[in-house]
């Protein structure tokens, strides 16, 4: 991988812009194919919305994407032949639902309330049964009772949407839960979409396959213009021109709108790029010299319905280390970035030991990121069609226009979000670049 340095004008089959996932798999597979490659990569790594750092312990800390699923077989595939071995997410002991101090027992009118509002999730996205595009997820919200049941929702699907529920449609909701594989699969653990996750960290994974990729990828690329005409396409960056056949763009679309085209772009690609918009997420995870919330019968899961950490999840990987994660989206991370790094590790800080006692005051290490400031990826976990606009997304997100060609995990029908949508997109875009020359 080079950093930085002065690009002379070369010819390549395919500059593909992005190293995420998306980004590196579309170029494996053209690479393999025979193809030259260059990857242009803006930020001063590879992995997108992977990040991993290490603790003051010495283990792999995701501050990005974790998660994978036990059907996400693509990337349980990528981490076999790269040698990654995966670690099951914990779960014994009790999950914590909270609100002022108190239990909040799925067994109880706000418990039932709550399923049976899933339950009409769950037909919506199978049957498109009241998921209607020009409704907001927090419209459909405020029909929920009791207020304490709203409320749990709004939490549970804050964290796997990512951002706030007057920002989204139902539909987009209903689509995104079809897109995972279903209800069950979205917000299950064990067998569901969190099913696992990878030591050494997603990060470490995305690193492992840019290092098999070598010299073809590009840091510090910032792409800011593509021309296109009959002859191929001219990438430009600052530091100069790429002249190729094709390209591959792989970022998410509110991030490729800077990219200046020339002729311009389409007006209904166009409209993929202006009417998406990035989830705003806070992710920290707090590093233990041991996972101690377990021998208090806790399985490191909470559901705060109060307070500034509406959701933490015990990822402790094996060897005696805890880490427990901390998820805050929407308004709430915001609200967070008005703190000073100090002011806000006390507050998680304090949070955590007012669910999991005072230990949790004391942690061998601190990590936080919020992906709204990150100015190269601009939030996460994916990029979200404005309400009244998905039929227009969906249908042009992949479409390619003219030499260019669009992959990233919002493009693809399936896990569009995940790692593993990412790794799909990669391959559907290389095999359809390879039709095209």
């Not at 593993?420 to 359809?432: F, K, M, N, P």
Request: glycine residues 14%; proline residues 4%.
């Amino acid at each position: 991988m080079q950093q930085g340095a002065i690009m002379s004008d070369s010819d390549v089959d395919v500059v593909v812009v992005g190293a995420g996932y998306a980004g590196l798999i579309a170029a494996r597979s053209l690479l393999n194919r025979g193809l030259t490659v260059q990857v242009l990569e803006a930020a001063d790594r590879v992995g997108g919305r992977a990040m991993t750092v290490t603790s003051a312990a010495g283990t792999a800390v995701d501050l990005g994407g974790q998660w994978i699923g036990r059907d996400h077989v693509k990337m349980r595939a990528l981490a076999d032949e790269f040698g990654v071995p995966l670690f099951p997410t914990h779960t014994h002991g009790k999950t914590l639902i909270r609100y002022r101090g108190r239990d909040v027992s799925m067994f109880s009118a706000t418990g039932v309330a709550v399923g049976a509002a899933l339950v009409r999730l769950a037909a919506a996205e199978r049957f498109g049964l009241g998921a209607r595009d020009d409704e907001t997820l927090a419209m459909w919200l405020a029909k929920v009772g009791p207020r304490r049941a709203r409320r749990l929702l709004e939490v549970t699907l804050g964290e796997v949407t990512a951002t706030d529920p007057e920002l989204i449609s139902v539909r987009a909701v209903a689509e995104g839960i079809r897109s995972a594989g279903g209800v069950r699969e979205m917000f299950g653990v064990e067998g569901g979409a969190q099913d696992a996750l990878l030591t050494g960290g997603a990060g470490g994974l995305a690193e492992a396959v840019a290092v098999e990729l070598g010299s073809v990828i590009r840091l510090n690329q910032s792409v800011t213009g593509i021309a296109r005409d009959g002859g191929g396409v001219t990438v430009s960056t600052r530091y100069g021109a790429t002249r190729a056949r094709r390209v591959v763009v792989t970022t998410a679309p509110p991030v490729a709108r800077a990219i200046a085209h020339r002729p311009a772009l389409p007006e209904a690609r166009e409209r993929v790029q202006r009417d998406t918009f990035m989830g705003t997420v806070y992710k920290a995870v707090v590093v233990y010299d041991s996972p101690f919330w377990r021998s208090d019968g806790h399985s490191g899961e909470l559901f705060a319905l109060d307070g500034p950490v509406p959701s933490a999840f015990d990822v402790s990987p094996p060897g005696g280390r805890g880490h427990m994660c901390v998820l805050v989206p929407g308004q709430g991370a915001r609200e967070l970035d008005n703190l000073t790094e100090e002011a806000r590790r006390g507050a998680i800080l304090a949070e955590l030991a007012r669910h999991f006692g005072e230990l949790a005051r004391h942690p061998m290490s601190f990590h936080e990121k919020s992906w709204h400031q990150d100015k190269f990826v601009l939030g996460g976990y994916m990029a979200w069609p404005r309400p009244g606009s998905l039929e227009g997304v969906r249908t042009s997100g992949a479409e390619p226009v003219g030499r260019i060609h669009w992959a990233g995990t919002e493009t693809s029908p399936h896990y569009s979000g995940y790692f593993e949508g990412a790794v799909l997109s990669g391959e559907r875009v290389a095999e359809e670049v390879l039709a095209a020359l």
